[in-house]
């Protein structure tokens, strides 16, 4: 594997400026498409193409790229932007434009794909970020440090199997995104009618337009008629607030957990970055004390989040969340459902005006009102919701491994540090 310039294998090109009354939104006569940033995602997208009139032959010739050319942002506002690349796979012939710069390959040295790879590579991205110039309105990229910079180049078999490699991953992250997508689609509904229809005792799903005797018309909306309405209030032997006054003043390394709002997902507590305080400061500050079975929700930023306090997590403290101590009547999953779901805070932040407040009080939490199903059709509910959760949980944790294949995988591979032999790309 040798050791090569990108400037060795490959030819810049500055893309074709154009003025306003050469520009058009719809082909004609004498008019070529022309490639701009927003066309450069992901991948190429030619959803918002414009056309230019009046281009001297000599510039289109210059400026014009054709499938297997790499187009890379070259100027833009946003720093992160610059480098993003792809390459032209479609027939068409395109100008592309001056903030973009045209990447020609030399192919017997390098294919376009093994090279788009690279340029995408957390590498190269970086060393961009670190050469780029310009003011902090417009960054430009430095060709001259991307034509200097050394990559590794295996044989164009190898590129190829590296290449196929690659796709082949990104082809099962591809699927495993969407099968994530539906899943919370799927889960979305399921919580949805689980909440407003509930459960028949042999466990289907009540269905209002086949059976609207059996339901009811309340502020609500419809609900089966064995259910009551309730304020969260009324269900709960309490519902406090967590320490609010200077509360670093008990973080310690060690000791009894303390949960903030980072902790909080509807899918369930998260302690990677849990923060701790002393023994005897927990048993002092029994009030923002919570057990399993107890409720926790965020006050900002995601306002509403609420996550039931499990087994495995005997005692805690809580810092600036909600704590809602359920009654007998409710199931703390079920009540946390509720919550979670858009007819149960949503109630709240639209009252607020939507989003925009971002904040949830105590006050609020205590005349949020919840739909009551008797406690065996609750933890039907909670149960089935949890099942849907389980799902979704094993199908991303699926796709984070793969998504941590890939990055060990390219920076494996275009790094040479785990070679494809040229017998078996071949």
Avoid at 21 to 41: C, S
Avoid at 242 to 252: C, E, F, H
Wanted: aromatic fraction near 4%; charge should be positive.
């Amino acid at each position: 594997m040798s050791s090569v310039r990108i400037g060795d294998v490959v030819r810049f090109q500055r893309g074709v400026s154009w003025s306003a009354d050469q520009e058009h939104r719809h082909p004609g006569a004498g008019r070529v498409p022309v490639l701009r940033i927003p066309n450069i995602q992901e991948n190429l997208t030619t959803s918002d193409l414009v056309y230019l009139s009046g281009i001297p032959d000599s510039v289109r010739e210059r400026t014009a790229a054709s499938k297997g050319w790499i187009l890379a942002v070259g100027s833009n506002g946003n720093p992160d932007r610059i480098g993003n690349a792809i390459i032209i796979e479609d027939e068409s012939d395109f100008l592309f434009a001056s903030f973009l710069v045209g990447i020609k390959c030399d192919q017997r040295r390098v294919l376009g794909r093994y090279l788009l790879r690279l340029l995408n590579s957390d590498d190269i991205r970086s060393y961009l970020r670190v050469t780029m110039r310009g003011s902090t309105g417009l960054q430009n990229i430095n060709l001259p440090a991307l034509s200097d910079f050394r990559i590794k180049l295996p044989p164009l078999p190898a590129q190829q199997r590296i290449v196929e490699i690659l796709d082949a991953l990104d082809a099962q992250i591809s699927l495993a995104e969407r099968t994530v997508e539906k899943l919370k689609l799927v889960r979305e509904g399921l919580v949805k009618d689980l909440l407003s229809c509930g459960v028949n005792g042999d466990g289907r799903l009540r269905d209002p337009h086949k059976e609207s005797s059996e339901f009811r018309d309340t502020v609500l909306g419809l609900i089966p008629r064995g259910w009551r309405i309730a304020t969260c209030g009324a269900l709960s032997r309490e519902i406090v607030v967590g320490i609010v006054i200077r509360p670093t003043q008990y973080y310690r390394s060690s000791g009894v957990p303390v949960l903030r709002s980072a902790n909080v997902r509807a899918s369930g507590l998260d302690v990677s970055d849990v923060v701790y305080m002393s023994l005897a400061d927990h048993a002092a500050m029994g009030k923002s004390a919570v057990k399993p079975g107890d409720l926790v929700t965020v006050r900002t930023g995601y306002p509403g989040t609420t996550a039931v306090i499990p087994q495995s997590l005997p005692s805690a403290n809580c810092v600036d969340i909600i704590i809602t101590r359920p009654g007998s009547e409710v199931c703390p999953d079920y009540l946390s459902l509720w919550v979670n779901s858009d007819l149960g805070k949503g109630q709240v932040l639209r009252a607020q005006g939507g989003l925009a407040q971002q904040h949830f009080n105590v006050s609020e939490m205590k005349s949020l009102l919840v739909a009551v199903p008797p406690l065996a059709e609750q933890a039907v509910i909670a149960s089935r919701a949890a099942a849907a959760d389980r799902r979704l949980a094993d199908e991303v944790r699926e796709l984070m491994k793969l998504t941590t294949l890939r990055k060990g995988l390219i920076a494996d591979l275009l790094t040479g540090r785990v070679h494809v032999p040229v017998e078996a790309a071949s």
